[in-house]
C-alpha cells in the first residue's frame, strides 16, 4: 500500500505555511509594497466615490419613481454600505502604506522617536 499524503483542508480565511514560507523568502522591496498599497488605496477610493454617486442617484430615483420607491430605497443603502466599506478599505491600505514605509526606514537604520 501507498502512503497517502495529507490532505489540506482550503479555506479563506487561512494560508497554508509553505505558502507563507514561499513569500517570506528573500529580501522584501518596500518599494514595491508602497506601490502597491498606494494603488489598492486609490482603487479604493475611487469605488467609494462611484458606490456614493450612485447611491444619491438612487435617491433621486426614489423620489422621481414612487411607484419602485421601495427598490430604490434598498439599492441605495445597499450602495451607500458599499460606499463606507470601500472607504474602509482605503484607510486601511493607507495604515498598511504608512506601516511599511516605517519598516523600510528600521531596516534602512532609521528611527522615528514619538514623544507623545
Do not use: C, W
Not at 522591496?29 to 438612487?58: I, Q, S, V
Amino acid at each position: 500500500m501507498a502512503e497517502e499524503e495529507p490532505k489540506h483542508h482550503h479555506s479563506l480565511f487561512h494560508h497554508h505555511k509553505e505558502e507563507e514560507e514561499e513569500e517570506n523568502q528573500g529580501p522584501v522591496d518596500y518599494e514595491k509594497e508602497e506601490k502597491h498599497h498606494k494603488h489598492f488605496e486609490h482603487l479604493a477610493e475611487g469605488a467609494a466615490a462611484a458606490a456614493g454617486a450612485y447611491a444619491l442617484h438612487e435617491k433621486h430615483k426614489e423620489k422621481k419613481d414612487p411607484e419602485h420607491a421601495h427598490k430604490h430605497q434598498i439599492e441605495e443603502e445597499i450602495l451607500a454600505t458599499a460606499a463606507v466599506a470601500a472607504g474602509g478599505l482605503a484607510f486601511h491600505e493607507k495604515h498598511e502604506r504608512k506601516e511599511d514605509k516605517e519598516a523600510e526606514d528600521k531596516a534602512e537604520g532609521k528611527h522615528h522617536h514619538h514623544l507623545f
